[in-house]
């Protein structure tokens, strides 16, 4: 898979070099609060499941709770390339910034609504049902929020930063979900007790999801559009035939089903699939894995995964920048042959030494989580430069939705072949190798994009 857009050289004198401008700095902080409120409100089930698998789906094989409560994960997954489409169309034809502030009201709203809904316990059958329903919402918004605000933020900043940006959005965004879910855990089992969490303290967390949707609103009413969407709205207006307008002419969810269009998309899907599934297989499972195999206590497990987190970040975004340096492709092809190695590679070692001490398991996931982190930095500007600017928010969308809705369904399926809790690490460690092989196999096949996002429509 190639870009049709041939790269452009990075090659002003260093003293000519842009810089960020207020206004940069503006779009990178809102579209990583949009990546983090997106993130916080899709993964905060995970980091919580066993609590929500109790209140929705009492069974007597906790593992059969659990598999239930992953389910309820997947159907937002499922739904997300929906959403993509829905408001990819709309960031490609009405603007990034108002697609992305009607998503992230709704996916706001469908969180706090789930931390309302009373259980098994209440409401008998309908309570999963309807835990069920709200995901679907849940997912259709959360795919939204995807659609427009990395897309916002890498054609607002001046290429020599795109890169970073990239970084920033995914490694930065994602980290932050996950150091606020689990701060937030930690504060709300102080105040309430490891009985009180349990009972109904994990519920706030649910609706704390509403809060970061608002600030990331009012972030948006201070953000400009993107220039890049804005250039190509107005080139469309002007060669619309009499009468018609840009949205008329173009209809991008239908463009990237067409012929022209169609292997790419499909194949960028691939990518990132690959490219994510061992996000899920470190950060989206570790949290089961460290309390249910290990048997870590609440606590433990939510320092782990904050600190795992920031170490992600910080690789994510030096990844990122250095994608920028030396072409998306190498990065993608160190940090892929790093998952390959080291993740089965680590979590044979966690399993294999006996009774390890808490301190021996962080270093060995932490490395682990940071090796995902790498591999997932570039794949946000990789995709905006695949794809011109009147179809990058749809296209973009549907790939990345399309492939992180079927990498999101990893922990389902985990624990869903595995017996009993000895059997997950095994399970990820077949899973890891054979995604990370299929991921170094699809890259051989794609090309460089770096420097295309500026480049002619194709």
């Known amino acids: 898979m190639t870009s049709n857009e041939t790269p452009v050289s990075i090659g002003p004198a260093p003293e000519t070099l842009p810089r960020l401008s207020r206004a940069d ?7 990583v609060l949009g990546w983090t409120v997106d993130m916080f409100d899709l993964m905060l089930i995970l980091h919580v499941a066993s609590h929500v698998s109790t209140a929705f789906f009492p069974s007597a094989n906790p593992m059969l ?3 239930a409560t992953y389910g309820a994960f997947a159907v937002s997954l499922v739904v997300r390339p929906l959403g993509g489409l829905v408001f ?11 697609a992305m502030a009607i998503a992230v009201l709704g996916a706001g709203v469908t969180t ?17 049902v309807s835990l069920m329903l709200l995901r679907v919402v849940q997912g259709v918004f959360v795919g939204g929020v995807s659609a427009s605000a990395h897309t916002l933020a890498t054609e607002s900043v001046p290429e020599r930063f795109r890169g970073l940006t990239a970084g920033l959005i995914k490694g930065g965004g994602a980290s932050l979900a996950v150091v606020a879910i689990n701060l937030l855990i930690l504060a709300v089992t102080a105040v309430a007790g490891p009985d009180g969490f349990a009972a109904w303290g994990w519920r706030v967390l649910f609706l704390a999801g509403l809060l970061g949707s608002v600030l990331n609103y009012l972030a948006l009413r201070r953000t400009e559009e993107s220039p890049l969407w804005l250039r190509r709205r107005a080139q469309l207006a002007a060669s619309a035939p009499a009468g018609a307008g840009p949205d008329q002419v173009e209809r991008p969810g239908r463009a990237l089903f067409s012929r022209r269009w169609r292997t790419l998309t499909l194949m960028s899907a691939a990518i990132v699939f690959t490219a994510s599934a061992p996000y899920y297989l470190t950060t989206g499972i570790l949290p089961t894995v460290y309390k249910q195999v290990f048997g870590l206590s609440q606590g433990e497990t939510s320092s782990f995964v904050i600190i795992n987190v920031v170490g992600s970040a910080a690789v994510a975004a030096l990844c990122g920048h250095f994608s920028q340096r030396v072409g998306r492709k190498k990065v993608f092809l160190g940090a892929g042959v790093a998952c390959l190695v080291l993740i089965p590679g680590l979590y044979a070692v966690m399993v294999w030494v006996d009774r390890p001490a808490p301190a021996f ?6 490395v682990m989580v940071m090796a995902s982190g790498a591999i997932s930095a570039p794949l946000i500007i990789f995709l905006n430069e695949l794809f011109p600017t009147e179809i990058r928010s749809s296209a973009t969308a549907f790939a990345w939705n399309v492939g992180y809705g079927l990498s999101g369904m990893m922990p389902t399926v985990v624990t869903a072949v595995s017996v009993g809790a000895d059997d997950m690490v095994p399970t990820l460690i077949v899973m890891s190798v054979l995604l990370g092989a299929l991921f170094l196999g699809l890259l051989a096949r794609s090309g460089e994009t770096r420097g295309a996002l500026d480049g002619p429509t194709p």
């Open 65 to 67: 709770g659990l598999t």
């Open 25 to 31: 700095v503006k779009v990178i902080g809102t579209a």
């Open 112 to 128: 706090a609504l789930m931390g309302l809904l009373p259980g098994v316990a209440t409401l008998g059958v309908a309570a999963p």
């Open 361 to 366: 398991l962080l270093a060995c996931s932490a």
């Open 88 to 98: 990819g169309s709309l960031a490609d034809r009405a603007g990034r910034r108002r």
